[in-house]
């Protein structure tokens, strides 16, 4: 997979070799509806990103947000984890990140439009106020920037309504939202909780880059 510029080195502890392996049988080989591209892939890339903002030296912090990232919407798009079962495997601070910052994309069995469960998400974040949440929740979102940068700027103009539920302009809406609680809610932490500068930078960057490659696509 490429990195898009990002130093990656994963740290593979036998407990984040563990999750690997239960990500790997929960999706076996399918892939994300927007792309094509595989969920296990996917997801290991948010572990990468994670990764490079968790607590140097912190061995625990390191593997809390790498598992955390992995699981991130394993309740919602498997069965293969209950949230007891999860919290059985992998205890209550990763089971927690991933309940914090997981999307409720349902209405018990109907589908929310885009907007009304984004905005949903923004205000579920807005009560998220732990730093491990935090990291999880915007290493999610670069990934999601990450890959329209890496993959659009190739495709036809009528690649994007086929792939997305929403326009250019509501995901622009959406990771400008959600850095904005993101900043706000990094504001109530410790100084020794508050997110890497670094991380806030490197999210500003790849949403200009975002803009950029998406703008063809609003006409």
């Given at each position: 997979m490429e990195n898009i510029g990002f130093p990656f080195d994963l740290m593979i502890t036998p407990r984040v070799q563990h999750a690997l392996n239960d990500l790997q049988r929960a999706y076996k080989l399918r892939a994300r509806p927007c792309c094509g591209n595989l969920y296990t892939n996917f997801?290991?890339?948010?572990?990468?990103?994670?990764?490079?903002?968790?607590?140097?030296?912190?061995?625990?912090?390191a593997e809390e947000v790498i598992i955390a990232s992995f699981f991130i919407n394993i309740l919602r798009e498997t069965d293969y984890f209950?949230?007891?079962?999860?919290?059985?495997?992998?205890?209550?601070?990763?089971?927690?990140?991933?309940?914090?910052?997981s999307e409720k994309k349902y209405e018990g069995k109907t589908r929310l439009p885009w907007r009304e469960y984004k905005q949903l998400y923004l205000d579920?974040?807005?009560?998220?106020?732990?730093?491990?949440a935090q990291v999880v929740a915007l290493s999610y979102a670069l990934a999601g920037i990450c890959?329209?940068?890496?993959?659009?700027?190739?495709?036809?103009?009528?690649?994007?309504s086929r792939v997305f539920s929403s326009t250019p302009q509501d995901q622009i809406w959406f990771y400008m939202?959600?850095?904005?609680?993101?900043?706000?809610?990094?504001?109530?932490?410790?100084?020794?909780?508050?997110?890497?500068?670094?991380?806030?930078?490197?999210?500003?960057?790849?949403?200009?880059?975002?803009?950029?490659?998406?703008?063809?696509f609003n006409t």
């Open positions: 997801y290991f890339f948010v572990a990468q990103l994670a990764s490079t903002f968790a607590r140097k030296g912190d061995r625990l912090d209950t949230e007891e079962s999860l919290r059985m495997n992998y205890g209550t601070r990763i089971a927690s990140i991933i309940r914090d910052v579920q974040l807005s009560q998220v106020h732990y730093r491990g890959k329209v940068i890496e993959e659009f700027p190739s495709k036809p103009q009528d690649e994007w939202e959600l850095l904005q609680v993101i900043m706000h809610n990094n504001e109530q932490l410790s100084e020794e909780d508050k997110l890497p500068p670094s991380l806030m930078a490197v999210y500003c960057l790849r949403l200009d880059e975002f803009k950029s490659v998406v703008k063809r």
